[in-house]
């Protein structure tokens, strides 16, 4: 069993910058960030490789966020810089034990969610 602790997120102008961490306990081979806006479908954001480091982002954030883990701490981050109106959405972290997939159903362990509004 994984559990995942969301922090971070808020409210921030367009431009502007917010860090989102997501505290795992227990093993993972993925882990990832989706975000769901009003009246739309979840998005996945990025992911990563635990053992390996190996990175996806979505191409509406490449450039703008990155993704991250301290693994002293078993944490999973993501940094969101320049960040966009239309990146408003729920943040959800996600955490599976065997694939990396694209959907977020196929994960087995999804957070509570953090909002994140960026305002023109």
């Known amino acids: 069993q994984v559990q995942l602790v969301e922090s971070g997120g808020g409210s921030v102008q367009a431009g502007g910058s917010l860090r989102l961490s997501c505290a795992a306990s227990?093993?993972?081979?993925?882990m990832g960030w989706f975000r769901q806006a009003p009246e739309k479908e979840p998005e996945k954001v990025a992911s990563?490789?635990?053992?390996?480091?190996?990175?996806y982002y979505a191409d509406s954030v490449k450039g703008r966020f990155t993704i991250s883990q301290d693994n002293a701490k078993n944490t999973l981050l993501l940094q969101m810089n320049s960040l966009k109106p239309e990146d408003t959405a729920i943040y959800y972290c996600a955490a599976d034990q065997r694939y990396c997939g694209a959907d977020w159903s196929s994960y087995d362990y999804r957070g509570q969610g953090t909002q994140v509004t960026v305002s023109s």
């Open positions: 227990g093993y993972t081979y993925c």
């Open positions: 990563i490789y635990t053992g390996s480091g190996h990175t």
